[in-house]
């Protein structure tokens, strides 16, 4: 499908591409809607100022990936191991998403925003969210390890287990209701 070694300010709708292959092919400004890409290959692909609506990217192999100012709505990306991406200039934002069993370990996602998603089950090992926010955001099972989320927003996160000894939590801020989910590795219950 894509034959060429780059391509700008392209709109791709409606592809069914599950499985397929595209290794070091750049995207810049291009949009991609209601795309089926699950399980496809886009090792060493760059994405520059992207954006994926209602895109099943679930499985997809990222490795080596960049990922620069891209945006994801209403997409599914289920089991996505965004660790293995390109480090330098990452920068993804997500609203409406299924992010289950994805993982962001070791990632640099300073003021990233997450805006009503799933995120169950998925990854922050090590992980640098500098001022992100977890808006509406279901957390259960999510894991926070050594994560740096100072300035983080989870004030209508729900559904998270956060270890205060394990992270850093400077000037994180949470409602009343999530308070309990700070104690729970301690046994304390807040009633």
């Known amino acids: 499908m894509f034959d060429k070694?780059?391509?700008d300010d392209q709109v791709f709708?409606?592809?069914?591409?599950?499985?397929?292959s595209a290794s070091r092919v750049e995207f810049q400004s291009c949009t991609f809607k209601n795309c089926d890409l699950s399980e496809a290959n886009?090792?060493?692909c760059k994405f520059l100022d992207c954006s994926f609506e209602e895109c099943n990217l679930s499985m997809v192999n990222i490795e080596g990936a960049t990922l620069n100012d891209v945006s994801?709505?209403?997409c599914k990306l289920m089991g996505l191991n965004f660790s293995k991406c390109d480090d330098f200039l990452f920068s993804v934002g997500f609203e409406n998403c299924m992010l289950d069993y994805a993982s962001f370990a070791g990632k640099k996602m300073v003021k990233t925003s997450f805006k009503r998603s799933s995120l169950k089950e998925t990854s922050f090992t090590q992980t640098i969210l500098t001022g992100s926010a977890f808006s509406d955001c279901d957390l259960?099972?999510?894991v926070f390890n050594r994560t740096?989320?100072?300035s983080v927003n989870?004030?209508?996160a729900y559904n998270f287990i956060i270890d205060p000894e394990m992270n850093t939590l400077k000037k994180a801020v949470f409602a009343m209701t999530g308070l309990e989910?700070?104690?729970t590795r301690h046994g304390i219950k807040v009633v």
């Open 154 to 156: 989870f004030s209508t």
């Open 13 to 20: 709708e409606k592809l069914s591409l599950a499985g397929s």
């Open 148 to 150: 740096d989320l100072s």
């Open 5 to 7: 070694p780059t391509y």
């Open 42 to 44: 886009f090792m060493r």
């Open 72 to 74: 994801f709505k209403s």
């Open 140 to 142: 259960e099972n999510a």
């Open 181 to 183: 989910n700070l104690l």
